[in-house]
């Protein structure tokens, strides 16, 4: 059993960055790793993803050139560095543990979820 445990969210003005973290409780380092969202009313869509190594990652269009994904396996956290923060990023901000498989964007192919950190872009 893995526990995941997000933080860092917060509220910032538009242009503004923030950089969340997802402390495990246990060992992750041979996990692929996702960071999720949901606004109010939203589907959770992913945002991005990494591999074990952290040599592979996966960027939704609406992340690519402002988020970066990255881990230390060393201290079982997964970080996800967020820049040029827009309104539309507001949601909660989830993280996701996969047990095996590659790349997937559908929540379901994730075993284990954090409790999510709520991030607000002012605008």
């Known amino acids: 059993q893995v526990q995941l445990v997000e933080s860092g969210g917060g509220l910032v003005q538009a242009g503004g960055s923030l950089r969340l973290s997802c402390a495990a409780s246990g060992r992750i380092s041979s996990y692929f790793m996702g960071w999720f969202r949901q606004a109010p009313g939203k589907e959770r869509e992913v945002v991005t993803a990494?591999?074990?190594?952290?040599?592979?990652?996966y960027y939704a269009d609406s992340a690519k050139a402002r988020f970066t994904i990255s881990r230390d396996n060393a201290k079982n956290t997964v970080y996800l560095q967020m820049n040029s923060l827009k309104p539309e990023d507001t949601a909660v901000y989830y993280c996701?543990?996969?047990?095996?498989?590659?790349?997937?964007?559908?929540?379901?192919?994730?075993?284990?979820w954090g409790q999510g950190t709520q991030v607000t872009v002012s605008s």
């Open positions: 996701a543990a996969r047990l095996s498989g590659g790349w997937t964007s559908r929540p379901s192919g994730y075993n284990y």
């Open positions: 990494i591999n074990w190594r952290g040599n592979n990652t």
